[in-house]
């Protein structure tokens, strides 16, 4: 089983970040990253994730703390020096016409060539190897421009893998992507973090997938830096923390982000299996509020003969008709609540 290393790699101390000296974004904060993690920087809008991220490259000077890299602060690095140990993947991908991807990859290795900028053998195969590990191998003399988002992020993420820096930072790299490549594109990350033993650093707004693969999420809020497992983070009510004044809750039962609803009506619920959980789903979508033998005057049976599911729909216990898909049962339940 995979255990991250004890070896910090990411040091911050006491740091106080922003945009203006008496006015921090967040109050001063401590936290350590360690070899073969794979870390979620997540937060609202305008709370620092990104200036967080340049503060870890040396690119940004905090007003207060500091962050040492391997050791050393980071604001103290040399140029070649920063470049073998931190890499940065921004939120904006490369769309450079006739750039074949596997010479876009290749200009990873130039901190590592002499005066002469001519790659060695062995820098073409670190950049095979990382196309290769992205699983875009395939794609090596294809236009930059002319391949998906998706695979585009791939060989952003190549870059960083070829250029074989200890931390990778990424500036929301699911951003502009489909729902599955959203989730291919972490999990990604986290093999590589832990198959190649890397720190990799990055932001992101989308928190299901995060609690799903990251080992550690830091959160930044306006009352605090909080750090953790994304299930300690749950059971310390962190993520309805990081909701707060918003219509959205984390359903620590379920550990899923969803709508908060006003449930107005009672509806009576029978039945058992995923069909009567993905009932309960819809009748709290339209507003009811379900319990099993309830003197509520709607009840809904989720039945399962041979044929296939059937719900049975009783009003004031009468049955008013039996349908055979959640979609009937919806526009069921919207007649008999405006009864």
């Not at 207060?64 to 602060?73: D, L, P, T, Y």
Request: net charge positive.
């Amino acid at each position: 089983m995979y255990s991250s290393s004890n070896i910090s790699t990411v040091s911050i101390d006491n740091l106080g970040i922003g945009y203006n000296p008496n006015n921090y974004l967040l109050p001063k904060f401590s936290v350590e990253a360690h070899e073969g993690e794979l870390i979620a920087l997540v937060g609202r809008n305008g709370i620092g994730k990104s200036t967080l991220l340049r503060t870890i490259m040396g690119l940004h000077a905090p007003f207060e703390g500091r962050v040492n890299i391997i050791g050393k602060s980071a604001s103290s690095l040399l140029r070649k020096e920063r470049s073998r140990l931190l890499s940065f993947v921004p939120a904006d991908t490369v769309k450079i016409p006739n750039l074949f991807i596997r010479d876009f990859v290749a200009l990873s290795r130039f901190p590592y060539t002499g005066w002469s900028r001519t790659l060695a053998a062995a820098d073409w195969d670190m950049v095979d190897k990382s196309l290769l590990q992205v699983g875009i191998n395939h794609l090596s003399y294809r236009d930059i421009t002319t391949v998906s988002d998706g695979e585009r992020q791939r060989a952003m993420i190549a870059f960083a893998l070829a250029q074989d820096a200890k931390i990778i930072l990424l500036d929301e790299p699911t951003a502009y992507l489909d729902l599955p490549n959203k989730f291919e594109v972490v999990r990604l990350l986290s093999q590589l973090a832990h198959s190649r033993n890397k720190t990799i650093i990055y932001s992101t707004h989308d928190l299901q997938g995060a609690i799903s693969e990251a080992d550690n999420i830091w959160m930044m809020l306006d009352t605090g830096f909080v750090a953790g497992a994304p299930e300690d983070i749950a059971l310390s009510n962190g993520f309805n923390r990081f909701l707060a004044n918003t219509n959205m809750m984390f359903d620590i039962s379920a550990g899923l982000f969803k709508n908060q609803r006003n449930l107005e009506k009672t509806i009576a619920l029978n039945g058992q299996g995923v069909a009567m959980l993905w009932t309960k789903k819809l009748t709290e979508r339209l507003g009811f509020s379900s319990a099993e033998n309830s003197n509520a005057e709607i009840k809904v049976s989720c039945l399962k003969p041979d044929t296939g599911f059937l719900w049975e729909v009783y009003h004031k216990n009468a049955l008013v008709t039996k349908v055979r898909s959640l979609t009937e049962l919806a526009k069921m339940l919207k007649i008999l609540q405006k009864l």
